[in-house]
């Protein structure tokens, strides 16, 4: 999809519902490429580390905040993404990257996500303004309720940050308000085809249940924030840097490989919980 631009309507989508799907966000084309370069990247598997759930299943990720040339990167920095987050973000200063992450939901083996908010996580690096950051999912392989596909609580973006404690190796949010919120608002299953986009927002409520599947379920999530947002507790410092951003044409047309070690990955400690 090139000249991509989210229209009125999907804007107001996102801001009522604190998410958006876009159906073939990538051509067929785009979602090949990217599904051979992530399964047959090995720097990607070497910086890959395990992420321990409540019930000790591992989902594996990697994690890494300096965008490259090479194909995640490429598609972090072009157009279509950059300029959507612009759209949706509050603000009007640059838009930056704070990290990209390739989930590897394996099959059987690929734990749960505990119920969160990303500003959750993110308050904790001292970021002052959740209106000013927002991911976008990218699924690489086919994502349903059977290989544990995101769910979203529609709406409760609106209720703002709440309370977040450890769950596992994860952060996840006050049990109490997610019954409240699940009572109020509406549960989603985001059932995704690969090159199919989700938009959330950082205080949008999500999980994702173990996949106890036979069928991998991958994804690229990439995590925009506005220069003007700074973090005071965050040393990576990618967050601040404005994107240059490359045509949409570029992650097919361009040289663009797998990540090349530069691209400075996140390395976690033992038992040390994400982000
Ligand atoms: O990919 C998933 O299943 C969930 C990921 C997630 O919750 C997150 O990255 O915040």
């Given at each position: 999809m090139t000249n991509f631009k989210l229209t009125p309507q999907q804007i107001s989508d996102y801001h009522r519902d604190g998410y958006l799907i876009v159906k073939k966000f990538l051509s067929d084309e785009e979602a090949n490429k990217l599904y051979t370069i992530a399964i047959e990247d090995d720097t990607m598997k070497k910086h890959a580390f395990d992420l321990n759930d409540q019930a000790g299943k591992k989902t594996k990720l990697s994690l890494w905040y300096t965008p490259g040339n090479d194909t995640y990167g490429l598609l972090t920095k072009?157009?279509?993404?950059?300029?959507s987050a612009d759209q949706l973000m509050d603000g009007d200063a640059s838009v930056c990257h704070f990290h990209s992450k390739l989930m590897q939901k394996e099959p059987k083996v690929g734990g749960a996500w505990e119920w969160h908010?990303?500003?959750?996580?993110?308050?904790?690096?001292?970021?002052?303004f959740p209106e000013q950051m927002l991911s976008i999912m990218i699924a690489i392989t086919e994502a349903n309720k059977e290989n544990?596909?995101?769910q979203v609580i529609k709406?409760?973006?609106?209720?703002?940050?709440?309370?977040?404690?450890?769950?596992?190796?994860?952060?996840?949010?006050?049990?109490?308000?997610?019954?409240?919120?699940?009572?109020?608002?509406?549960?989603?299953?985001?059932?995704?085809?690969?090159?199919?986009?989700?938009?959330?927002?950082?205080?949008?409520?999500?999980?994702?249940?173990?996949?106890?599947?036979?069928?991998?379920?991958?994804?690229?999530?990439?995590?925009?924030?506005?220069?003007?947002?700074?973090?005071?507790?965050?040393?990576?410092?990618?967050?601040?840097?404005?994107?240059e951003t490359v045509p949409d044409e570029a992650m097919l047309e361009w040289q663009g490989d797998g990540?090349?070690?530069?691209?400075?990955?996140?390395?976690k400690e033992k038992d040390q919980a994400l982000k």
């Amino acid at each position: 999809m090139t000249n991509f631009k989210l229209t009125p309507q999907q804007i107001s989508d996102y801001h009522r519902d604190g998410y958006l799907i876009v159906k073939k966000f990538l051509s067929d084309e785009e979602a090949n490429k990217l599904y051979t370069i992530a399964i047959e990247d090995d720097t990607m598997k070497k910086h890959a580390f395990d992420l321990n759930d409540q019930a000790g299943k591992k989902t594996k990720l990697s994690l890494w905040y300096t965008p490259g040339n090479d194909t995640y990167g490429l598609l972090t920095k072009s157009k279509r993404m950059v300029e959507s987050a612009d759209q949706l973000m509050d603000g009007d200063a640059s838009v930056c990257h704070f990290h990209s992450k390739l989930m590897q939901k394996e099959p059987k083996v690929g734990g749960a996500w505990e119920w969160h908010q990303d500003y959750g996580y993110w308050y904790k690096n001292e970021f002052l303004f959740p209106e000013q950051m927002l991911s976008i999912m990218i699924a690489i392989t086919e994502a349903n309720k059977e290989n544990g596909c995101m769910q979203v609580i529609k709406g409760s973006h609106k209720m703002g940050r709440i309370e977040h404690g450890f769950a596992g190796e994860q952060v996840g949010a006050s049990q109490h308000y997610v019954d409240l919120a699940l009572k109020t608002m509406e549960l989603v299953y985001v059932e995704l085809q690969p090159g199919d986009a989700l938009f959330f927002h950082s205080n949008t409520l999500h999980r994702s249940a173990a996949n106890l599947s036979n069928n991998s379920r991958w994804s690229l999530i990439s995590v925009y924030n506005r220069s003007s947002n700074i973090p005071y507790n965050e040393p990576s410092g990618s967050s601040t840097v404005p994107l240059e951003t490359v045509p949409d044409e570029a992650m097919l047309e361009w040289q663009g490989d797998g990540l090349g070690d530069e691209s400075n990955f996140l390395v976690k400690e033992k038992d040390q919980a994400l982000k």
